[in-house]
């Protein structure tokens, strides 16, 4: 199980403070896209959204848009929100985005990757080596590939949750990994 847990949870990274972050020494966030930061039909960022990144990086947090979804995609809503961004990121597999984590100059140790699925967002951040927070997807709609990803992700996330082992993110300092 070790692989599919990920240290904090949260219902939509929208919920988290910058001053969580700041406190635990979270300097880049690794954010997934679809259903995570947005719906996968939102095309463009909303304003809420791009409020939202502004203001995380005033607080001096980088943030970075990690998705499996196409490169037309991907690069549209990441050119118009202004981050740097990875397409075709192949979770759960790392390579790609260890690759992309040191040409923008991250340190794994203070990355925190943000996901709304366990197969792929939790298990890669697991083998990157970075922190993790899972949250729960943002829409009720999936694509097509997604929705079979949940058949999956829905029994596991039951099974975390039984076991205690998914901790809201502003419940305490504890960090599950230590446990
Ligand atoms: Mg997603």
Redesign the pocket.
Known sequence: MKKFTPNYYAKNIYEVSADFYLKHGIKTLLV?????LASYRELEPSDTTINFVRNLEKAGIKVLLA??NSGKRVKRYGELLGVPYISGARKPFAFKLRKFLKEQGAELSSTLMV???IL??VFCGNTLGVKIMLTD?LVEEDQWT?RINRLLDRPLRNKLRAKGKLKEWNEDDRELKEN
């Not at 997934?32 to 995570?36: A, E, F, G, Q, Y």
């Open positions: 997934d896209l679809d259903n995570t998705s499996n996901g709304d699925q792929t967002d997807k997604t």
